[in-house]
């Protein structure tokens, strides 16, 4: 069933409509999450083949998410381009700073700027929403200084009011875990490589295979950290799913696999910064 929405939330979702019509033309930046999904579908609804979809293909990106983009362009009638880009190539971010983001983002968003030009598009979009003022990003920087346009936050939408507005919509992805990207699952500082990066892909993927939604796997080294929801720590406790866990993770790479108490929560490798 379809979810109902009060006045002050059909208030923004017009605002957002908009914005979107004063934009004209528009180069959805889509990672296929719940941000990016709501905001391509409305933008499409509003602007119709004005509406173009571009989704990242890197080493930051699991398949699968691209794959899921392409699919639900697709279904909608969506104008999609994937677009391949050699993110381990540029300038700093394989060394993996704390400003690592600021690099990778203006590096991105600089080549979709150039695509969104080709085809004739005003600006590039992003999902950006008020809930991603409250954690270290330093990607916004990158936005700002591009001119990129994030509509969701114009319109004043949190994180639930895009998840409340998509089941509305009966988007697919209103309950969707949220999930960063996989440099995210690194200390700073550590060296980011395919390798590295394809590990932690298999070791999330393995997660979700056995019913585990919002997750995370850290990886320091040959160490794993597994965050879970809180509710979902005792079932990782049952004797049979440890060790089928410990010995696909120590099969991939990780000899030592942990499981953090605190749980699953955004950000916790900025933990380490806040710290010092």
Sequence with gaps: MKKSIGPELAKKYE???????????????????????FLVKVAHDVLGEKAVAFTAASDFVPQRDVEEAATFTADEGIEFHRVPFPILMVP?????????????????????????????????VDGS?????????????????????????????????????SHMLGLPTWDKPS????????????????????????????????????????AYGDQARIELLPEDIPRMLSRDLREETAAFFRRIGFLYTSLDLRGYRTGSMNEALASH
């Excluded at 983002?105 to 695509?115: D, I, R, T």
């Design 15 to 37: 605002h957002l409509q908009a914005i979107l019509q004063d934009l004209g033309s528009v180069a959805v930046a889509f990672s296929s999450g719940v941000d990016s999904t």
């Design 92 to 124: 700093h971010v394989r060394e993996n700073p704390s400003d690592r983001c600021y690099y990778c983002k203006y590096a991105l968003f600089s080549h979709m700027k150039e695509l969104a030009e080709q085809h004739g598009l005003a600006c590039v």
């Design 129 to 165: 929403n008020l809930d991603d003022d409250g954690d270290y990003r330093p990607g916004h920087r990158a936005l700002r200084e591009l001119g990129i346009v994030s509509p969701l936050h114009q319109a004043g939408l949190h994180k639930q009011d895009i998840r409340d507005l």
């Design 179 to 218: 999930f960063a990207c996989l440099a995210s699952r690194f200390p700073y500082g550590t060296e980011l490589t395919p390798a590295g990066l394809a590990r932690v892909n298999q070791a999330e993927e393995f997660l979700m295979a056995r019913g585990f939604r919002q997750l995370r796997v850290r």
